[in-house]
């Protein structure tokens, strides 16, 4: 009886409080959560995070610009990318909408090799 106790309690202290995030994953090896919205941060670590997500058609992305600027180019997307962000963005929110399935690369064209991806399903 003791251990089943001792078991119960451990396994009601892991799946403790606080709010989930579905725009990555909670673990390396399982795949994205397939999500309707999601908010990429454009990092002053010059980084995207997460740099994956994933989306229902129709699902949109916030690009959460920091204090450093960035902007967003889908380069060689496949029909239906949305709209680059071409001004470099500091301290500001940009939505993208994406309708159509696909897997869409996206960069900061001031920081190479910062980059991400949004797969829409």
């Known amino acids: 009886m003791r251990r089943f106790i001792?078991?119960?309690?451990?396994a009601l202290a892991a799946c403790g409080g606080g709010g989930s995030d579905t725009s990555h994953p909670t673990d390396a090896?399982?795949?994205?959560?397939?999500?309707?919205?999601?908010t990429v941060h454009a990092t002053p670590a010059i980084q995207f995070t997460p740099a994956n997500v994933t989306?229902?058609?129709g699902?949109?992305?916030?690009?959460?610009?920091?204090?450093?600027?960035?902007n967003v180019f889908f380069d060689?997307?496949?029909a239906g990318a949305p709209a680059n962000i071409t001004a470099p963005s500091?301290?500001?929110t940009v939505v993208r909408t994406f309708g159509t399935k696909g897997r869409y690369t996206y960069n900061?064209?001031?920081?190479?090799?910062?980059?991400g991806v949004v797969v829409v399903q």
């Not at 699902?59 to 960035?70: K, P, Q, R, Y």
């Not at 900061?108 to 980059?115: A, T």
Request: hydrophobic residues 50%; proline residues 9%; glycine residues 10%.
């Open 76 to 78: 060689n997307a496949p």
């Open 6 to 10: 001792i078991a119960t309690v451990v």
């Open 108 to 115: 900061c064209h001031l920081h190479p090799g910062m980059s």
């Open 59 to 70: 699902g949109t992305v916030t690009f959460d610009f920091g204090d450093v600027a960035h």
């Open 29 to 38: 090896g399982s795949p994205d959560p397939v999500v309707a919205a999601a």
């Open 55 to 57: 989306l229902a058609v």
């Open 90 to 92: 500091a301290s500001t």
